[in-house]
């Protein structure tokens, strides 16, 4: 392995799953508004493929007048959502299916129960490794998805660019 990436350093996307914000909560939860800080200190964008958004979007009401969490995000510029996967690209496709595959083997559970989110992690990150050189740092609560996220990706050729933050941890160090 070659020597480790900071993933605070210009050249990383950061691509987030749904875990990370729901164990953040509502806007005025001090753990949102850290994320929000430690986004805005390091000048980064925590992409969330289009599932995420989604999953996201059904935020209770409550949270915000009129506005979902994941929303007034995008709206402050310190998240944004990916373009849906070119599954016409075989190595998205490939990649999402062995995924897949991977969390089923190591949570123990059928393919068909995984989610198609853990999946749209790794399409995002290929994409965006495929359009520039830059690395990538996949931040989600499920330990299985970011496993298997950076062991996929480094099989099928971006070795040592790609890593997984917990996001309790990550959470943890910002609160």
């Not at 290929?126 to 298997?148: F, N």
Request: aromatic share 8%; glycine share 6%.
């Amino acid at each position: 392995m070659s020597e480790p990436f900071n993933p605070l350093q210009n050249s990383v996307t950061w691509i987030a799953d749904t875990g990370l914000f729901i164990a953040c909560g509502r806007q005025q939860n001090n753990k949102y508004t850290a994320l929000e800080r430690f986004a805005q200190r390091n000048d980064l964008t925590f992409v969330i493929p289009q599932r995420v958004y989604d999953e996201l979007g059904g935020a209770p009401r409550r949270s915000t007048p009129g506005q979902t969490p994941i929303n007034s995000a995008i709206d402050a510029g310190w998240v944004t959502v990916a373009d849906e996967p070119d599954y016409t690209n075989g190595t998205v496709s490939q990649v999402m299916d062995d995924v897949r595959s991977y969390i089923a083997r190591s949570s123990k559970r059928s393919e068909d129960r995984i989610e198609k989110a853990d999946t749209a992690l790794a399409a995002a990150a290929v994409e965006r490794l495929e359009a520039d050189s830059g690395l990538v740092c996949i931040v989600t609560t499920d330990i299985d998805a970011g496993e298997a996220v950076v062991a996929t990706l480094d099989a099928h050729g971006f070795e040592n660019r790609v890593r997984f933050k917990n996001g309790f941890e990550l959470i943890d160090e910002i609160t």
